[in-house]
């Protein structure tokens, strides 16, 4: 394992005096300057692998020196962050500089050997699936690979059940005769191997395939949803019914995608072989607020009475539901009632970035969430989150497959066993229970699912419009989009910034 220690705090103080081209106002080089291209090979997996570019407990000359230097500045080492950090180094020829807030890299694909020896997730299970090539092959440069199709099953009143609910869940819940009309009923009506959404069978006049409409909707669905976004039932939207299918076939595998498995050394150790390059450097530890900010450029913004970043911190959210239906809303928080200059101030695009209270003209890629950049000045963004707890046990498995969800009891929505996802076998095993919850934005919690609806979308849009105008600046991720995305899609998304950015000419504006 790969330890990474806290970097020191940096003040606007610690500016250097020389500059570069990522700042207006001059140059100064202090990365190495080779070219290296194809997969960065021969790491022992040993810290000092890493000690060129993996900056630890760094002083602050070291932050300042190589943000002074930088052409790209990078903010978040998940996925998002991570690839496009290669790109830009590899691909761009560019000097990078990634920022990460925790003291790792990774992002929530992160993950480590507990005590037990058994390599687990700390930000919730991740199993690698795509149907891109390009990306598959990318990340393959990084990583081997591990053959791994996911099962997932749910527990319904004690009897495992595959999901996607597919024919061998039917014969396990019906009786024979029954289970059998339901399978030739689907057949007939939507062909094999389709995924039915449940509403077309809810929307359907057929009597079987209603009552396995029904069936599915009370037992996998209905109690699952309220517990993973906090909501009564009357509050889920019909919407979301409508994205749990139906399988009309016999395959158990969750994923049914042409790649999936899991990056054979773990998650980290791709992260690792993604980062190390002599052009990137990676500052751990440190909330990039610390040194970049945004401004208007003229004098009367730099006063920071009349900036409506400092004006008083809004309230938190209260913690309703979500979920297209009426969850929390990021107007909860908004503040508005309280903003003397409007909200033509308040919504003022930014017309500068600041890295250590300097001009920055290079690029700024920022995987982070919008609302925090800007000081939450429309209020939170809402998120829901997550509790994980762990348990070792001295027996090879506790569960029959990777995954049970908990459909119709229970506090927690699934447990996870990681030796079937690592192929460990050291006679014991870790399991770990997931407990969603409010976001409240409390320090340390970690925002995870984004709320969709048009409220919380409209509230993104207008913290999105705060960028709009900046030269170089570019979101990107689930948290600067505000959406979910798989890794395979994040992945994608930042090659394609990477073409846009690196193959074929500028962008004047964010993305
Ligand atoms: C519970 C759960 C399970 C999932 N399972 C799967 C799965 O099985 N398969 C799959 O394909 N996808 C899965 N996903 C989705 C996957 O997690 C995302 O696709 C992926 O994490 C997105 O990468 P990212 O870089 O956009 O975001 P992140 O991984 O969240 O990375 C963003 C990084 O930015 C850092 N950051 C934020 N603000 C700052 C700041 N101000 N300064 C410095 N650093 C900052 C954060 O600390 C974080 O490390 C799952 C998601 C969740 C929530």
């Not at 994923?255 to 500052?283: A, C, S, W």
């Not at 976001?439 to 993104?460: D, K, R």
Request: charged share 25%.
């Amino acid at each position: 394992m790969v330890s990474y220690a806290k970097n020191n705090r940096h003040s606007a103080s610690s500016a250097p005096e020389a500059s570069h081209p990522g700042f207006a106002d001059g140059s100064v080089d202090s990365f190495a300057t080779e070219r290296v291209s194809g997969r960065a090979g021969g790491s022992t997996g040993d810290p000092a692998d890493y000690s060129a570019n993996f900056l630890t407990g760094d002083s602050a000359d070291g932050l300042a020196g190589d943000l002074a230097s930088a052409d790209v500045i990078v903010v978040g080492a998940g996925f998002a962050g991570a690839v496009l950090a290669r790109e830009a180094a590899e691909r761009g020829g560019q000097k990078v500089v990634v920022l990460e807030q925790r003291p790792h890299i990774g992002g929530n694909a992160y993950d480590e050997y507990d005590a037990a020896g058994i390599l687990v997730h700390r930000y919730g299970p991740h199993i690698f699936h795509t149907n891109n090539r390009r990306v598959f092959d990318y990340l393959s440069r990084f990583c081997d690979w591990r053959a791994y199709d996911h099962e997932v099953l749910a527990d319904i009143h004690g009897i495992y059940t595959p999901v996607p609910f597919n024919f061998n869940s039917i014969e396990r819940h019906f009786e024979p005769e029954l289970a059998t009309s339901i399978i030739q009923r689907l057949l007939q009506t939507f062909g094999a191997d389709a995924k039915v959404p449940i509403i077309d069978l809810r929307n359907s006049s057929d009597a079987l395939l209603l009552q396995l409409a029904d069936f599915v909707y009370v037992n996998v669905f209905s109690y699952y949803t309220q517990k993973q976004w906090g909501l009564t039932p009357e509050q889920i939207d019909p919407s979301v019914t409508a994205r749990v299918p139906i399988y009309t076939g016999r395959d158990n595998r969750y994923f049914t995608d042409t790649y999936q498995g899991m990056p054979r050394n773990g998650y980290t150790k791709l992260f690792e072989e993604l980062l190390k390059h002599p052009r990137i450097r990676v500052h751990v530890g440190l909330d990039a607020q610390e040194v970049v900010r945004f401004d208007y450029g003229d004098v009367e913004s730099s006063d920071a009475s009349k900036d409506p970043r400092w004006r008083e911190e809004p309230g938190r959210n209260a913690s309703k539901g979500p979920c297209g239906g009426e969850g929390p809303t990021a107007s909860d928080s908004a503040v508005e009632a309280n903003d003397p200059g409007g909200s033509d101030a308040l919504d003022r695009p930014f017309e500068r970035i600041l890295v250590l209270e300097r001009p920055f003209s290079g690029k700024l890629i920022y995987t982070g969430p919008l609302d925090l950049l800007a000081d939450k000045r429309f209020g939170l963004l809402p998120y829901r989150s997550l509790d994980f707890v762990y348990k070792t046990y001295e027996q090879k498995h506790v569960l029959p497959c990777g995954t049970v969800n908990y459909t119709v009891d229970k506090e927690y929505t699934r447990i996870t066993e990681f030796t079937y996802l690592t192929g460990q076998e050291l006679g014991r095993t870790t399991i770990m229970e997931e407990y969603p919850r409010a976001f409240e934005g409390a320090v340390g919690q970690i925002p995870y699912y984004a709320i969709l609806n048009s409220e919380n979308e409209a509230a993104y849009e207008r913290y999105r419009g705060l960028f709009a105008k900046l030269d170089g600046f570019f979101t990107l991720g689930r948290l600067a989009e505000y959406r979910y995305y798989n890794m395979d899609q994040i992945v994608a998304r930042a090659l394609e910034l990477a073409d846009r950015l690196f193959s074929f000419g500028e962008l004047r504006h964010g993305a």
